[in-house]
C-alpha cells in the first residue's frame, strides 16, 4: 500500500498537467531572484535617454531579456571617446544599436572606417548622429567612393549630419548611375561642389525618375550650370514634376505678379518653391497688405522671401517703424533693414536709441520670439 500511494504521488508530482505541478512551479516562479530586464528603465538611468525618448525606445528592444549585450556596447562607445550626451544620442536616434555585436558588427566598422583616414573623434562623431548606417558594414566598403565624391571626411559627415538616405540605397544600381547622369548634364559641380542637403536626396532619387527632374527645373528657365539649379532640383525632388507649374501659379497669384516677373523671381530665389502656401500667403499680406509694398518691388526684391517671417522680418519693421513714428529715425529704411546681419541691425538701430526708448532692447528681443509687444503694435 505504501508503495502504491508512493508511485501516485511521484506521478503526481511529475505530470504537468497536475495542478499540483501547477501550483508548485508557479512558487517556484515567484521564488526566482532574478528579476526581468526593465528596458526602459535601463534606457533612462544607464543610457541618459529622457523618459519620452525611454519609452519610444523601448518598443524597439522589448525582446532583451538581460543588460548583457547593451553593456557590453556601452563599455565600447565609451572607450571609442563618446560623452554621455552623445551616448544618449545615438540610442535616442538608433536604440537598435544596442544589441549590435561589439566583436562581428561594431568593431569592425570602427576599424574600417579609420583605416579609410576617419579619425576616432570623427568616428565617435558619426555614431552620435543616431544613425542605422554605423551598424551597416556597407559604410566601410563604400566609404572610399563617398570620400572622392564629396572631397573631404568633414564634407561627408556634415552631409551625415543633415540626412543619410543615400547610404540606404544601393551604390551601383542608384547612386552611381545618378551622379553620372548628373555629370553628363554638366551638373557635376553645381551638385557636389557645395555638401547641401538637397544633396542627399538627388542622389537617392530613381534612376528613372532623375531625367524628367532635371528637364522640370530647366523648364523653369534656370540655368543648369547656375548655383541656383541645385535648388530648382531640389524643389522638384521634394514636391514633383507635377506639382511644380500649380507652386509657380500660386506665386503668381498670391504675389501679384507677371508671367516675366515670376519666372525672374523663381530664377533668383528657387528657394520659394519649397516655402508651404501658407507661408507665402503670409508673406504676402505682410508685405503687400501690411508693409504696402508694389508687387513689382518685391519681384525685385525677392530674396527678402526667404527670410523669416516672425523672428526676422516683423521684429525689424516694428522696431524701425517705432523708431521713425517716434522721430528717432528719419526715414523708413525699407528692405535694406532686412539683409543687415543681426549684430549689424541691433548696433544700428537698437544701441544708439536705448536711452530715447529705454524698452526697446526688451521688446525687439521679445518681438524676435514671436510676442510682438504692444509698444510696437500701437505704433
Known sequence: MLRLRSCILTRLLSSPSSALHRLLSAAAAAADPSPAFAVEQYLVDTC?????????????????????????????????????????????????????????TLAPVVAGLTAHGLSRAQ????VSLGRPIFRNTSLVSNLPYYLSLFGSNENLLKLLNQSNSFLGCSLEKVVKPNVAFLQECGLGDCIFSKVQLSTPRILSTKPERLP?????????????????????????????????????????KTFRWSDAEVGNVVCRTPQL???????????????????????TYIAHRSVMLT???????KPRYYAVKFLKQNGLVKCFPSYTIFHLTDKVFVERYICPHMEAAPYLTEDYAAACKGEVPTRFLSA
Do not use: N, W
Not at 56 to 64: N, Q, V
Not at 234 to 252: C, Q, S, T, W
Not at 307 to 313: A, E, G, I
Open 273 to 295: 518653391l519649397r516655402r508651404s502656401k501658407d507661408m507665402l500667403r503670409r508673406l504676402s499680406e505682410f508685405f503687400i497688405s501690411e508693409m504696402g509694398l508694389e508687387p
Open 307 to 313: 527670410f523669416s517671417l516672425d523672428s526676422r522680418l
Open 212 to 252: 524628367a527632374m532635371v528637364a522640370c527645373a530647366q523648364g523653369l528657365g534656370v540655368p543648369r550650370g547656375s548655383p541656383m539649379f541645385m535648388h530648382v532640383l531640389y524643389a522638384v525632388a521634394i514636391i514633383g514634376e507635377d506639382k511644380i507649374a500649380a507652386r509657380v501659379d500660386y506665386l503668381k
Open 48 to 104: 541618459g535617454l529622457t523618459k519620452p525618448q525611454a519609452l519610444k525606445a523601448s518598443a524597439k528592444l522589448s525582446h532583451l531579456k538581460s543588460p548583457a549585450k547593451p553593456d557590453a556596447v556601452l563599455a565600447f562607445l565609451a572607450d571609442l571617446g563618446l560623452s554621455s550626451a552623445d551616448v544618449a544620442a545615438a540610442v535616442a536616434g538608433d536604440p537598435q544599436l544596442l544589441c549590435a555585436d561589439v566583436d562581428k
Open 123 to 126: 568616428v565617435a562623431r558619426l
